[in-house]
């Protein structure tokens, strides 16, 4: 050991250079190559390559550690020389080393850039005792027996073994070829003493003989079997080979036992008890191999992972669990009053069949993650499955299990993955179901939306019945219309409206902008949006109901300052306290363009434009309320009416129905009585590309086709909605509280609705209530006077008709 003594005192003190070995251990006097490609590994290797080729090789404990710490490897080592490096294409190096001396680690040496420390050789003691050389014989006696088994260990080497006197190279020798586990050979290359070190190998060379022995006479047997049967029973018949040398007598190739013990701990009804028990005696009766075990075996198995007795404890804490809806979501009073009402219901009575809720609202407004929420202030398990583009019956009651590759159905599945009897089971989009040759998976939820009837839900994969009372069902549309009228009976529908611009605001503070802070990973920076940025985004990038695009486009800003701090290099430093205060920005109104562009709606936009035949009405849609601009244009010709902008039939109707009651009544309005007769009347909405329909335009075109009429535009600000007759009543209308959301996000000041509908303007939010004025109108009369200036009609004219 002169060469590593003299290499050594060359170094600062026995520190080396160190590179970290994966499933490999390396043994003194052993050459073997081998591939580095971590970063700190090949910056170790360039240094020992420059500081005398000596470089200490260590094993660690787990192999799939990418970088590892002190405490992933082992402490002791080999010091090793590199005889040869060769730098690969990819950038990994590949080493050809030489084991040394083997050396334990003192202390690791603080780098960054590469693997450093100091080490202490272990002196090998090589005189030989009378005892240590019987212990030599019997390890090279040992190693023979051993070899001969393995018959994967070259004759050269076990004839160079014993010839071998010194006993720390004979146990190198032997550990460097012997396929022993990495566990087993740090041991011994950890052991300083030469005699247990001896001792330990001669034991282990015992013991893997036996192993290989047995291993060899189970083969042995299983390719006597193989000869007489097929292929396919190669593993099975293994198996059974392998549980006999064992003495395990109590074979079960059809797990029919198995399955048995778990049915008697699943506390199931007696029907479905009584079921399982006559499928696993047929079970047992029938061949492993054939494809009928197969079927029954899986049906068993789903029935096991079933829960049949397994329940979360609900949370019935009533402060708790509104302290969970309100850190959640912003405001949605009635459903957060539906679910704190449940738990104090649960608390007086035990059992209470779980409620059927239905979040019905535009897109963006939190319905989805309302549920997840609900099922958190409850303390139970969440699962969700989505129903958009369902068609198929099969999916909600599954298959029968007759068929090739049968499964349960989504409600069953999920159920299984829940693991508790009464978790919150969302079940997403039910409007977006269809139906065709295969059945209507809406007739299917019949059964499972309704609580006298789903406590004895029965899939046709089951064929038994399964209990889903317990469960609380929720599902969300954007329209509650096209879900069947008997579904939505079963259901208690709740109204998700649109957010004001206040609601937004504050949603965005409290919710939005903290989640995209911590999902962009600035939650460690000073990101300020000031108010005036905030509203803008809301009013001049997004026009909607819920607050989905809102939240795309603060990304986008977060995104660009993300981007901003990387390039100052924000990136290394974020985790100091220092640099964290030292990274601020301010969202201002004006540089909101810097981030987003261009502003996509501008403010005010219909309310600045006033003329004749032009006026504005409210709709509602799946994606909330819409102002919806009706024009009309008088022009010679015959008396025709002209509709354009792909109406549909019912707004024809009130087209017609519009013209009539003004033709009926023209004196009151100041309107000659063969006014229509040489001209054409014209009618468009605007956007042709949009189908429109719908009765509650009426009061809308009647109140254009009165202005382009007359020549007199209607008051600036107003919005109106209501369906006419033609003997000149406004009918009440639905969707108020979206299209009185809609009219103020457009800046109207005024709103026009029937004067049956007064009762639904206590749903709106008081920010609402508090800027805009209503007026409620039961005739399309008193409707038009309202709607025009003062002195449009003259009063001489009024009292003619």
Same mark, same amino acid.
């Given at each position: ?58 094993? @660690? ?154 291993? @060899? ?64 005696? %047929? ?13 029954? %075996?899986?049906? =068993? ?30 405001d949605l009073k009635e459903v957060k009053e539906r679910i704190l009402d449940f738990i104090a219901v649960r608390q007086l009575k035990g059992k209470v069949k779980g409620p ?57 599945? &999920? ?14 989009? *039910?409007?977006k179901m269809s139906s065709d040759f295969r059945g209507d998976p809406a007739a299917a939820l019949l059964e499972v939306l309704d609580p006298e009837q789903n406590n004895t ?7 038994? @019945?399964?209990?889903? &009372?317990?469960?609380?069902? *929720?599902?969300?549309?954007?329209? &509650? ?34 989640? @995209? ?16 940025? =905030?509203?803008?985004?809301? %009013? ?17 800003? =977060? ?55 032009? &006026? ?51 004196? *009151? ?39 382009? *009429? ?92």
């Amino acid at each position: 050991m002169n060469i590593i003594e003299s290499a050594l005192k060359k170094l600062k003190p026995n520190v080396l250079s160190l590179v970290p070995l994966r499933d490999m251990v390396i043994f003194p006097s052993m050459i073997v190559p081998f591939f580095v490609g971590r970063k700190k590994s090949i910056a170790s290797v360039e240094e020992a390559m420059s500081r005398g080729k000596l470089v200490f090789l260590l094993t @660690q404990r787990d192999v799939n550690i990418k970088d590892p710490k002190q405490s992933d490897l082992y402490l002791t080592g080999t010091i090793s020389k590199i005889l040869q490096m060769l730098k690969l294409p990819d950038g990994t190096i590949r080493l050809l080393a030489e084991g040394l001396e083997r050396a334990t680690v003192v202390k690791y040496e603080d780098s960054r850039d590469v693997f450093r420390v100091q080490v202490k050789p272990i002196r090998e003691d090589n005189d030989v005792t009378p005892e240590l050389s019987a212990l030599i014989r019997t390890v090279q006696k040992e190693f023979s027996r051993y070899a001969a088994v393995c018959k994967k260990i070259p004759v050269e080497i076990v004839t160079n073994c014993e010839k071998i006197e010194s006993p720390g190279k004979l146990i190198n020798t032997i550990c460097s070829h012997a396929p022993l586990k990495v566990s087993k050979k740090m041991e011994l290359l950890s052991e300083t003493n030469t005699q247990p070190r001896l001792e330990n190998l001669a034991m282990t060379l015992v013991g893997e003989k036996e192993v290989l022995e047995l291993e @060899q006479k189970i083969n042995s047997k299983i390719r006597k079997r193989y000869e007489k049967t097929q292929k396919d029973f190669f593993l099975q018949e293994q198996l059974k080979e392998i549980q006999r040398e064992l003495g395990d007598k109590g074979e079960d190739p059809s797990g029919a036992t198995e399955l048995k013990g778990k049915l008697a701990m699943k506390g199931l009804p007696s029907e479905v008890h009584e079921k399982c028990m006559k499928e696993i005696n %047929r079970l047992s009766r029938l061949q492993p191999m054939s494809p009928e075990s197969g079927i029954l %075996r899986t049906y =068993l198995e789903w029935i096991t992972d079933l829960p049949w007795i397994e329940f979360s404890h609900d949370n019935k804490d009533i402060e708790a669990a509104k302290i969970i809806l309100d850190e959640d979501h912003y405001d949605l009073k009635e459903v957060k009053e539906r679910i704190l009402d449940f738990i104090a219901v649960r608390q007086l009575k035990g059992k209470v069949k779980g409620p059927i809720l239905c979040f019905v609202g535009p897109p963006g407004t939190g319905k989805t993650s309302l549920g997840r929420s609900v099922a958190r202030a409850l303390g139970r398990n969440f699962i969700r499955i989505s129903l958009g583009g369902v068609r198929d019956e099969a999916e909600i009651r599954g298959h029968r299990k007759t068929y090739i590759g049968a499964l349960p159905g989504k409600i069953i599945q &999920s159920m299984k993955k829940a693991g508790t009897k009464n978790p919150v089971f969302l079940l997403d989009e *039910i409007d977006k179901m269809s139906s065709d040759f295969r059945g209507d998976p809406a007739a299917a939820l019949l059964e499972v939306l309704d609580p006298e009837q789903n406590n004895t839900f029965m899939d046709h994969y089951l064929e038994v @019945q399964y209990d889903l &009372s317990d469960v609380m069902f *929720i599902t969300t549309a954007n329209s &509650s219309h096209n879900i069947p009228f008997a579904l939505r009976d079963r259901m208690e529908v709740i109204e998700i409206s649109g957010y004001t611009e206040f609601e937004k605001e504050k949603i965005a503070e409290e919710f939005l902008i903290p989640k @995209q802070l911590k999902e962009n990973g600035l939650d460690w920076a000073d990101i300020v949006f000031q108010k005036s940025a =905030l509203l803008t985004i809301i %009013r001049n990038y997004t026009m909607e109901s819920g607050v989905r695009n809102l939240e795309r486009e603060l990304a986008n800003v =977060l995104r660009k300052i993300a981007r901003e701090a990387v390039k100052k290099g924000f990136h290394e430093t974020k985790d100091s306290e220092e640099d964290e205060k030292t990274f601020k920005v301010v969202i201002t109104k004006n540089s909101l363009t810097k981030y987003l562009g261009k502003i996509k709606y501008k403010d005010t936009f219909f309310t600045h434009i006033i003329r004749p035949g032009l &006026s504005y009405g409210l709709a509602w849609t799946e994606k909330g309320g819409m102002l919806l601009p009706v024009e009309v244009a008088v022009l010679k010709g015959k008396g025709e009416l002209i509709l354009t902008g792909n109406l549909g039939d019912v707004m024809k109707e009130s087209a017609h129905t519009a013209l009539s009651f003004l033709r009926a009544n023209a004196l *009151i309005f100041g309107v000659s009585l063969d006014f229509y007769k040489d001209r054409d009347i014209h009618v468009h909405v605007p956007e042709g590309a949009i189908p429109k329909d719908g009765p509650s335009a009426g009061i809308t075109i009647a109140t254009a086709l009165l202005s382009a *009429i007359r020549g007199i535009p209607m008051k600036k600000g107003y919005a109106m909605t209501g369906e006419i007759t033609l003997t000149g009543r406004i009918l009440p209308i639905g969707g108020v509280k979206e299209k009185v959301l809609a009219a103020h996000r457009n800046k109207m000041t005024h709103v026009l609705i029937p004067s049956d509908n007064k009762k639904d303007i206590d749903e709106l939010p008081k920010a609402v209530l508090d800027e805009m004025k209503f007026e409620f109108s039961e005739s399309i009369e008193e409707a038009l006077f309202k709607l025009f200036p003062n002195d449009s009609f003259h009063q001489n004219e009024i009292a003619s008709a």
